[in-house]
Protein backbone atom coordinates (compact mmCIF):
# COMPACT_ATOMS: atom_id res chain seq x y z
CA UNK A 1 0.00 0.00 0.00
CA UNK A 2 1.03 3.32 -1.10
CA UNK A 3 2.09 5.74 1.83
CA UNK A 4 -0.42 8.67 2.53
CA UNK A 5 -0.87 11.27 0.19
CA UNK A 6 -0.12 14.53 -0.05
CA UNK A 7 -2.16 17.44 0.09
CA UNK A 8 -1.44 18.75 -3.58
CA UNK A 9 -2.36 15.38 -4.76
CA UNK A 10 -5.55 15.29 -2.56
CA UNK A 11 -6.17 18.75 -4.00
CA UNK A 12 -5.61 17.68 -8.29
CA UNK A 13 -7.85 14.76 -6.49
CA UNK A 14 -10.67 16.65 -5.83
CA UNK A 15 -10.62 18.83 -8.54
CA UNK A 16 -10.09 15.99 -10.99
CA UNK A 17 -6.85 16.83 -12.53
CA UNK A 18 -5.50 13.14 -12.10
CA UNK A 19 -4.94 10.80 -14.02
CA UNK A 20 -7.32 8.06 -14.47
CA UNK A 21 -5.34 5.26 -12.48
CA UNK A 22 -4.09 7.86 -9.84
CA UNK A 23 -7.68 9.16 -9.30
CA UNK A 24 -8.57 5.21 -8.72
CA UNK A 25 -5.56 4.47 -6.38
CA UNK A 26 -6.26 7.98 -4.18
CA UNK A 27 -10.11 6.81 -3.64
CA UNK A 28 -9.43 3.31 -2.62
CA UNK A 29 -6.64 4.72 0.24
CA UNK A 30 -8.79 7.05 1.19
CA UNK A 31 -11.73 4.43 1.83
CA UNK A 32 -8.78 2.56 4.15
CA UNK A 33 -6.85 5.99 5.46
CA UNK A 34 -8.36 7.77 8.37
CA UNK A 35 -5.87 10.71 8.28
CA UNK A 36 -6.33 11.11 4.51
CA UNK A 37 -9.94 11.09 4.70
CA UNK A 38 -9.77 13.91 7.15
CA UNK A 39 -7.66 15.58 4.88
CA UNK A 40 -9.73 15.68 2.18
CA UNK A 41 -12.74 16.80 4.57
CA UNK A 42 -10.44 19.80 5.82
CA UNK A 43 -10.16 20.38 1.54
CA UNK A 44 -13.37 20.50 0.93
CA UNK A 45 -14.04 22.45 3.41
CA UNK A 46 -12.20 24.97 2.65
CA UNK A 47 -12.83 24.65 -1.16
CA UNK A 48 -16.94 25.61 0.10
CA UNK A 49 -15.85 28.16 2.14
CA UNK A 50 -13.74 29.97 -0.69
CA UNK A 51 -16.61 29.27 -3.39
CA UNK A 52 -18.93 30.27 -0.86
CA UNK A 53 -16.99 33.84 -0.45
CA UNK A 54 -16.68 34.24 -4.01
CA UNK A 55 -20.16 34.13 -4.77
CA UNK A 56 -20.73 36.77 -1.96
CA UNK A 57 -18.79 39.37 -3.81
CA UNK A 58 -20.46 41.72 -5.73
CA UNK A 59 -20.99 42.10 -9.43
CA UNK A 60 -18.21 43.98 -11.68
CA UNK A 61 -20.11 47.16 -12.73
CA UNK A 62 -20.31 47.32 -16.79
CA UNK A 63 -17.75 49.49 -18.47
CA UNK A 64 -19.62 52.47 -19.48
CA UNK A 65 -16.82 53.47 -22.18
CA UNK A 66 -13.53 52.48 -22.55
CA UNK A 67 -10.76 55.38 -21.84
CA UNK A 68 -9.11 57.00 -24.60
CA UNK A 69 -5.86 57.21 -25.50
CA UNK A 70 -4.42 60.46 -24.48
CA UNK A 71 -3.87 62.41 -27.87
CA UNK A 72 -0.21 62.88 -29.75
CA UNK A 73 1.14 66.49 -29.70
CA UNK A 74 0.67 67.95 -32.82
CA UNK A 75 4.15 67.74 -35.00
CA UNK A 76 4.63 71.14 -35.06
CA UNK A 77 8.19 69.88 -33.77
CA UNK A 78 9.16 68.08 -36.98
CA UNK A 79 8.55 70.79 -39.55
CA UNK A 80 11.27 72.54 -37.34
CA UNK A 81 13.26 70.26 -37.34
CA UNK A 82 12.90 70.16 -41.20
CA UNK A 83 13.11 73.52 -41.55
CA UNK A 84 16.26 74.03 -39.68
CA UNK A 85 17.72 71.30 -41.15
CA UNK A 86 17.07 72.78 -44.85
CA UNK A 87 18.46 76.41 -43.64
CA UNK A 88 21.74 74.54 -42.55
CA UNK A 89 22.07 72.86 -45.97
CA UNK A 90 21.03 76.32 -48.00
CA UNK A 91 23.76 78.30 -45.73
CA UNK A 92 26.56 75.47 -46.72
CA UNK A 93 25.75 75.53 -50.28
CA UNK A 94 25.80 79.61 -50.27
CA UNK A 95 28.94 79.98 -48.12
CA UNK A 96 32.27 80.98 -50.22
CA UNK A 97 34.70 78.03 -51.32
CA UNK A 98 38.13 78.14 -49.93
CA UNK A 99 40.87 77.64 -51.77
CA UNK A 100 44.27 76.43 -50.64
CA UNK A 101 46.70 79.22 -52.70
CA UNK A 102 50.34 78.16 -52.34
CA UNK A 103 52.75 81.32 -51.99
CA UNK A 104 55.06 81.44 -54.74
CA UNK A 105 58.59 83.36 -54.36
CA UNK A 106 59.73 85.12 -56.74
CA UNK A 107 62.13 84.33 -59.33
CA UNK A 108 64.73 86.81 -58.10
CA UNK A 109 65.30 86.41 -54.28
CA UNK A 110 68.45 84.75 -53.08
CA UNK A 111 68.05 81.46 -51.87
CA UNK A 112 69.21 81.06 -48.31
CA UNK A 113 73.14 80.06 -47.15
CA UNK A 114 72.91 76.53 -45.45
CA UNK A 115 73.95 76.51 -41.77
CA UNK A 116 76.38 74.24 -40.94
CA UNK A 117 75.56 72.76 -37.47
CA UNK A 118 78.78 71.16 -35.53
CA UNK A 119 79.10 67.57 -35.16
CA UNK A 120 77.29 66.14 -31.37
CA UNK A 121 80.48 64.68 -29.23
CA UNK A 122 79.80 60.93 -29.67
CA UNK A 123 78.70 59.62 -25.88
CA UNK A 124 79.00 56.17 -24.42
CA UNK A 125 76.55 54.24 -23.36
CA UNK A 126 76.51 54.53 -19.36
CA UNK A 127 76.92 51.48 -17.31
CA UNK A 128 75.57 51.19 -14.05
CA UNK A 129 77.41 48.71 -11.94
CA UNK A 130 76.62 47.91 -8.17
CA UNK A 131 79.28 47.66 -5.97
CA UNK A 132 79.24 46.55 -2.58
CA UNK A 133 80.91 48.94 0.32
CA UNK A 134 83.53 47.82 1.93
CA UNK A 135 82.51 46.29 5.34
CA UNK A 136 78.91 46.69 4.45
CA UNK A 137 76.47 43.79 5.23
CA UNK A 138 75.66 41.42 2.65
CA UNK A 139 72.44 42.29 0.63
CA UNK A 140 69.80 39.84 1.89
CA UNK A 141 67.18 38.45 -0.27
CA UNK A 142 63.51 39.75 0.18
CA UNK A 143 61.31 36.14 1.30
CA UNK A 144 58.79 34.98 -0.41
CA UNK A 145 55.41 36.45 0.47
CA UNK A 146 53.76 33.92 2.59
CA UNK A 147 49.95 32.99 2.45
CA UNK A 148 47.51 35.21 4.23
CA UNK A 149 46.58 34.40 8.19
CA UNK A 150 43.29 33.48 8.99
CA UNK A 151 41.37 35.50 11.05
CA UNK A 152 38.42 33.07 12.37
CA UNK A 153 38.06 29.42 11.59
CA UNK A 154 35.75 29.93 8.81
CA UNK A 155 36.91 28.92 5.18
CA UNK A 156 37.03 31.67 2.77
CA UNK A 157 34.86 31.05 -0.10
CA UNK A 158 34.89 34.52 -1.68
CA UNK A 159 36.44 38.13 -1.09
CA UNK A 160 37.73 41.37 -1.79
CA UNK A 161 41.82 41.87 -1.19
CA UNK A 162 41.51 45.64 0.27
CA UNK A 163 44.94 47.01 1.07
CA UNK A 164 45.16 48.76 4.98
CA UNK A 165 47.80 50.35 6.82
CA UNK A 166 48.91 49.36 10.19
CA UNK A 167 50.62 50.74 13.31
CA UNK A 168 49.48 54.43 12.15
CA UNK A 169 49.44 54.04 8.12
CA UNK A 170 53.14 53.11 8.25
CA UNK A 171 52.72 49.22 7.92
CA UNK A 172 50.60 47.81 4.61
CA UNK A 173 48.71 44.95 4.66
CA UNK A 174 45.95 43.32 2.94
CA UNK A 175 42.99 42.12 4.32
CA UNK A 176 40.18 39.88 2.35
CA UNK A 177 36.95 41.05 3.76
CA UNK A 178 34.30 38.68 3.32
CA UNK A 179 31.19 39.17 1.49
CA UNK A 180 29.29 39.85 4.87
CA UNK A 181 32.25 42.92 5.16
CA UNK A 182 34.12 40.82 8.27
CA UNK A 183 37.93 40.90 7.87
CA UNK A 184 38.82 37.08 7.12
CA UNK A 185 42.55 36.86 6.58
CA UNK A 186 45.57 39.32 7.27
CA UNK A 187 49.08 39.82 5.38
CA UNK A 188 51.75 42.17 5.59
CA UNK A 189 53.42 43.58 2.72
CA UNK A 190 55.64 46.67 1.02
CA UNK A 191 54.39 49.52 0.14
CA UNK A 192 55.48 48.75 -3.80
CA UNK A 193 56.33 45.33 -4.61
CA UNK A 194 53.28 43.23 -2.73
CA UNK A 195 56.60 41.72 -0.62
CA UNK A 196 57.30 41.22 2.88
CA UNK A 197 59.34 43.70 4.15
Same mark, same amino acid.
Given at each position: ?????? !?? !?????????????????????????????????????????????????????????????????????????????????????????????????????????????????????????????????????????????????????????????????????????????????????????? !???
Amino acid at each position: MKPCWS !EG !ELRAYLDGELPTRDMERVAAHLKDCAVCGALRAELEGRAERVSGLLEALPEPEPVAHLPRAPQRAPAGWRWAAVALAASLALALALLPKRTNQAAVAPAHAPKPAAIALPAPPPVAPAIIRRVPRKGAAPVKLKPKIESYIALDDEPIETGLVVRVGLNGGRVPADVIVGPDGRARAIRLVSDTSG !ELK
